[in-house]
């Protein structure tokens, strides 16, 4: 006879029909449900929600199911601010409160140091949470597409839709299709009225968005840049191709009705990879740059710039990792993986040299200009591979530090580069990371070396499951 729970796991077929209580969150945002132990994952529910979906997926140790009604919702659930909730990829937890959103961010921190990391008793405070839930993205980057998907409401509106043109955000899973947004709440408000103008501009003008499979057409992307704490605001055309008469009248259209726009790019990217980086870059006018502020200090960013997206909250977690640096006036910092020098120069200040560390030659060059403009003269930054460059020369020819920070991109740190901090073992150790997985992993491999004393969570994305998180680390006696 089959246990209990054979009989409830045999129940979760695909393609059946189940009723479930939420849990909490788990993974990538999605929500974590169990019967008799055996789990099943709901994208779209809330921890306290009661819930009928129906089983798309059946692995050994667990399942996935689509929401179909929420039967009984949790408490934790809000009214969504967008209209495209539910089908656009760009913000998973609108539906969720956002002191919900923090603790979740909290927990899911917590469980990767535990699971990736090893980390049993790790010390996690409670996420640092924006001031500012909506409109707080500094860049965003639209796509264009002949291949124009339609939302549930607008397929039951019975209306007729041209499928050929749209210029939105891609939805979630969905490589060729793209939502056509009127509105989206992440960046200020100027920006969806700069998307739909340009929507309208293009239409009227016969342009033709880039269709995916062929390969052909001249829009591919719309990226909007606002400064958070100056008046800045670039937008950057990505087409496949450098037509200056589509150029100047685009922007005799951008001049006219948003004088608030103080410069326009256009990249050129005539190759197939869905990229808004291009072979080329042409400055239609203004300065083709825009400045924005973290603390005192102003930096400059380019259109292909890497630059933290939420000003605000970049900055509580630069404040954060400086805490946790204990820095001192005699102190030689590393910051490895350092891009345009910000985490670099705003410690400046506080210590005796800075020597940064990063891949891309123009971020490099973003990072000397940026520390002159502000009058910094103690950093020193190196471009190349990590996984190459830091080796005992590298520490030879600038010196051992006394305190490394590191902002690895979201794969983490390359095994060389753990090794290496493993034989310097700088007295303070300072691990900041868009991604806890691989900072617990990498920890992982440093735990001989080093104890996890706190992990502070940042929230930078507000509404989405992403979090930033600063670890300090204790070095062993
Ligand atoms: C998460 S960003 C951090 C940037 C900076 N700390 C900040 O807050 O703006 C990671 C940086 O690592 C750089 N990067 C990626 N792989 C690298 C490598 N192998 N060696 C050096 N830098 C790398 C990227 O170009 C990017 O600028």
């Known amino acids: 006879m089959l246990s209990t729970r054979h009989r409830t796991r045999n129940d979760v077929k695909r393609g059946t029909e189940i009723e479930l209580d939420i849990e909490k969150f788990a993974d990538r945002g999605k929500s ?29 140790t667990y399942a996935e199911a689509r929401l179909l009604e929420v039967l009984t919702p949790s408490p934790l659930r809000v009214e969504p601010r ?61 796509s264009f597409s002949a291949d124009r998907w339609l ?11 041209d499928t050929g043109f749209a210029l939105g955000l891609h939805v979630p899973g969905n490589f060729y299709k793209v939502l056509d947004l009127h509105e989206c709440h992440l960046p200020p408000a100027p920006c969806g009225e700069i998307l739909n103008a340009t929507r309208r501009f293009a239409r009227q ?6 269709d995916v499979r062929r390969h052909t057409g001249f829009l591919r992307h719309l990226v909007l840049r606002q400064a958070a704490k100056t008046d800045d605001l670039m937008v950057n055309l990505v087409t496949n191709g450098y037509d200056p008469d589509r150029m100047a009248a685009y922007a005799g259209m951008l001049q006219t009705q948003f004088p608030a726009v103080t410069t326009l790019v256009n990249t050129v990217n005539t190759g197939v990879a869905q990229t808004a980086f291009g072979e080329a870059m042409h400055t239609i006018y203004g300065p083709g740059v825009i400045r924005d502020r973290i603390g005192p ?42 891009g345009a020098g910000t985490i670099s120069i ?132």
């Open 346 to 477: 705003f410690v400046a200040v506080h210590v005796a040299h800075v020597v940064g560390v990063e891949l891309v030659q123009e971020a490099v060059d973003n990072a000397r200009a940026n520390a002159a403009a502000n009058g910094i003269t103690n950093c020193t930054f190196r471009s190349g591979d990590l996984m190459r460059m830091f080796t005992p020369e590298f520490v030879r020819a600038h010196g051992r530090p006394d305190v490394l920070i590191t902002d690895p991109p979201r794969a983490g740190m390359h095994p060389k580069v753990v090794e290496q901090i493993a034989r310097l073992r700088p007295e303070r150790f300072v691990y900041v990371s868009c991604n806890p997985q691989t900072q617990a992993r990498d920890l992982r491999l440093l735990a001989d070396h080093y104890a996890v004393e706190v992990v502070q969570p940042v929230d930078l994305f507000p509404h989405t499951h992403h979090i930033e998180s600063v670890a300090k680390l204790r070095r062993r006696s």
């Open 82 to 142: 967008c209209r495209y909730f539910g089908t656009c990829g760009g913000c998973k937890w609108q539906h969720v409160a956002y002191a919900a959103q923090l603790e979740a961010k909290q927990q899911s921190v917590r469980e990767a140091f535990v699971h990736q990391g090893g980390f049993e008793d790790v010390s996690v405070r409670p996420t640092l949470g924006a001031e500012q839930i909506y409109g707080y993205r500094n860049k965003m980057e639209f």
């Open 151 to 161: 939302t549930p409401e607008e397929i039951a509106s019975g209306e007729s839709f």
């Open 205 to 210: 003008q016969g342009w033709a968005p880039w």
């Open 297 to 338: 200090y102003t930096f400059e960013i380019a259109a292909n710039a890497f630059f933290q997206t939420n000003t605000a909250q970049a900055e509580r977690l630069y404040e954060v990792a400086r805490d946790a640096a204990e820095l001192r006036p005699s102190d030689l910092v590393y910051d490895l993986y350092c």
């Open 32 to 60: 974590l449900a169990r019967r008799d132990g055996y789990v099943v994952f709901v994208a779209g529910a809330v921890p306290g929600d009661r819930v009928r979906a129906r089983v798309f997926k059946r692995k050994k």
